[in-house]
Antibody, heavy 127, light 113 residues
């Protein structure tokens, strides 16, 4: 059974740092694209970052240069290092697995859908 | 950066049919990228409802269906049930910028009257 369990959230002051972890089970993290998606209180979903199966990362403009996504294949873990945190980074952060689906003609679905989500971890940036 | 526009709220009585629209542009939905729909029940993580515009993952009732035309997509729910009350989000991709740009719509709150 696929499971994603986030940890590491909490209260941090503006300008501070936090590292989120996501423990994966039931599949191998390095064989899938993995993402972090966040949701500010009472707001919608916002894609934050992805690490592709090949290891290359991508980031939303809002976090580029401040956040770093990484993975540890030996531990089957996904991470998000968040530096220079701002009040507007306050959100529930979800770890998510992207999955390759194909249509009836065999063409890949793009973008890859998220088929599994963690339960989320709350990050609060406040003084 | 482009935006996927959804109505903030829709409502319907049990048994009725409701639709939720997702309007994009020529650089996302109109560029041929697929649309996914996610359902988020109160206090829980989102769940994949529709992928590739029209496909349902295993376990999703056929009361839920998706469609796409031009720069827009729609989610239809027939035979509305109380447990369908949730937030619904569309997702696609924007090719107008460099990098990897996944977009989510702003979300639509479905109220079952």
């Amino acid at each position: 059974e696929v499971q994603l369990v986030e940890s590491g959230g909490g209260l941090v002051q503006p300008g501070g740092s936090l590292r989120l972890s996501c423990a994966a089970s039931g599949f191998i993290v390095s064989t899938n694209d993995m993402s972090w998606v966040r949701q500010a209180p009472g707001k919608g979903l916002e894609w934050v970052s992805v690490i592709h199966s090949g290891g290359s990362p991508d980031y939303a403009d809002s976090v580029k240069g401040r956040f770093t996504i990484s993975r540890d294949s030996s531990r089957n873990m996904l991470y998000l290092q968040m530096n220079s945190l701002r009040v507007e980074d306050t959100a529930v952060y979800y770890c998510a697995r992207l999955h390759d689906y194909y249509d009836s003609s065999g063409q890949p679905i793009r973008p890859s859908p998220i088929d599994y989500w963690g339960q989320g971890t709350l990050v609060t940036v406040s003084s | 950066q482009s935006v996927l526009t959804q109505p903030p709220s829709v409502s319907g009585a049990p048994g009725q049919r409701v639709t939720i629209s997702c309007t994009g542009s020529s650089s996302d939905i109109g560029a041929g990228y697929d649309v996914q729909w996610y359902q988020q029940l109160p206090g829980t993580a989102p769940k994949l409802l529709i992928f590739g515009n029209t496909y349902r993952p295993s376990g999703v009732p056929d009361r839920f269906s998706g469609s796409k035309s031009g720069t827009s997509a729609s989610l239809a729910i027939t035979g509305l049930q109380a447990e369908d009350e949730a937030d619904y989000y569309c997702q696609s991709y924007d090719n107008s910028l460099s990098g990897w740009n996944v977009l989510f719509g702003g979300g639509t709150k479905l109220t079952v009257l």
